[in-house]
C-alpha cells in the first residue's frame, strides 16, 4: 500500500488490521468492507467515474507517505517500540 501511495496511485483497500492506520482512516484510499464483493466493485468503479475525489486522495496519498512513512522516522520509531535509541 505504501508503495502504491508513494507513487501516486490510486488505493482501494480493505478496512481490516492496520489498514485504517497507513491509509490515515482511509482519507488517502477507498475503503472497503471485509466480505463485501459488491462495495469493492463500486469503490473500484468510483476510482474510474469519480476523477477528481481519486486525484485529492492520490495528492494526498503521496503527501501523506512523504511525511509519515520516510525511513529515518520508521526506523526511530521502531527503534522506540523496541526500548532502543538511535545512535548518534
Same mark, same amino acid.
Given at each position: ?30 475503503? %472497503? ?15 474510474? %467515474?469519480?476523477?477528481?475525489? %481519486? ?34
Amino acid at each position: 500500500m505504501l508503495e502504491a501511495m508513494a507513487i501516486g496511485r490510486p488505493l482501494v483497500a480493505t478496512n481490516v488490521g492496520p489498514v485504517a492506520e497507513v491509509t490515515d482512516n482511509g482519507r488517502v484510499a477507498r475503503m %472497503t468492507r471485509m466480505g463485501d464483493p459488491e462495495d469493492l466493485a463500486d469503490q473500484i468503479l468510483d476510482v474510474e %467515474t469519480n476523477w477528481t475525489r %481519486t486525484r485529492a486522495q492520490v495528492d494526498s496519498a503521496r503527501a501523506w507517505t512523504e511525511q509519515k512513512f520516510v525511513p529515518c522516522r520508521m526506523v526511530t520509531e521502531y527503534m522506540g517500540c523496541l526500548g532502543l535509541e538511535m545512535p548518534e
